[in-house]
């Protein structure tokens, strides 16, 4: 049972171009929601989170944005770069919960 | 480099056979979480130790089982070994239990452990 979705399997996107990935869930007790981005041959590596008492969360050019009503969030890379060219999953997890749940990520393409 | 070590990188098996997964988490990191990743599959939890107790299990299967050991380093222990086993099996750890939220919490993967069982 997948209660984190991530709907597009891959994506691409022209260099200085905003990316837009987004990941939908379905567990209503998740409260902190987390963006791993992973290289081939690499462990998924810390992007950035956000906690549900939030709706945005910024750190350059990476944001995440999350809509509680609509159990949706997205993350937004501006400007996208050739090196953000990778998988990104979408996490999330309850507060008395150790486990990542994890979407089954999306392929980002960025092209020069 | 994320700190978080595991061994074998590669590991190439036949059916009913059993293997040992290796990991030797960040320094100072209490916590190990063991994660599988098949084929269109997102990664799946599997097992968690803290400070060498058995903290929370995921989607384990029985043929499965893990421990951590005094010097914190943990061992994934696969037996009866299926083609559908094969898969990349991740290791993970952070300071703290986990949950929530802050950099105690935030689990630092390894490279992974590629499996093929033939």
């Known amino acids: 049972d997948q209660q984190v979705k991530q709907n597009s399997p891959s994506l691409s996107v022209q260099e200085g171009r905003i990316s837009i990935l987004n990941c939908d869930y379905t567990?209503?007790?998740?409260?902190?929601f987390l963006w791993y981005k992973k290289y081939p041959a690499e462990g998924p590596t810390f992007l950035i989170s956000i906690s549900s008492i939030k709706d945005k969360n910024e750190d350059g050019r990476f944001t995440v944005f999350l809509n509680k009503s609509a159990k949706h969030l997205s993350l937004h890379i501006v400007p996208s770069q050739p090196g953000d060219s990778a998988v990104y999953f979408c996490a999330a997890n309850q507060n008395s919960g150790y486990a990542l749940n994890f979407g089954k990520g999306t392929s980002l393409l960025v092209t020069p | 480099d994320s700190g978080v070590t595991q061994t074998p990188k590669h590991l190439i098996t036949a059916t009913g056979q059993r293997v040992t997964l290796r990991c030797s988490p960040r320094s100072g990191d209490l916590s190990v979480y063991w994660y599988q990743q098949s084929l269109d599959q997102g990664l799946q939890f599997l097992i968690q130790y803290y400070n060498g107790e058995e903290r929370a299990k995921g989607n384990i299967l029985e043929r499965f089982s893990a421990q951590q050991f005094p010097d914190l380093h943990s061992e994934l222990n696969l037996s009866s070994l299926e083609l559908g086993d094969s898969a990349l099996y991740f290791c993970a750890s952070s300071v703290a239990l986990g949950g929530g939220g802050g950099s105690y919490n935030e689990q630092f993967f390894g490279p992974g452990t590629r499996l093929t069982v033939l």
């Open positions: 567990n209503s007790m998740f409260d902190y």
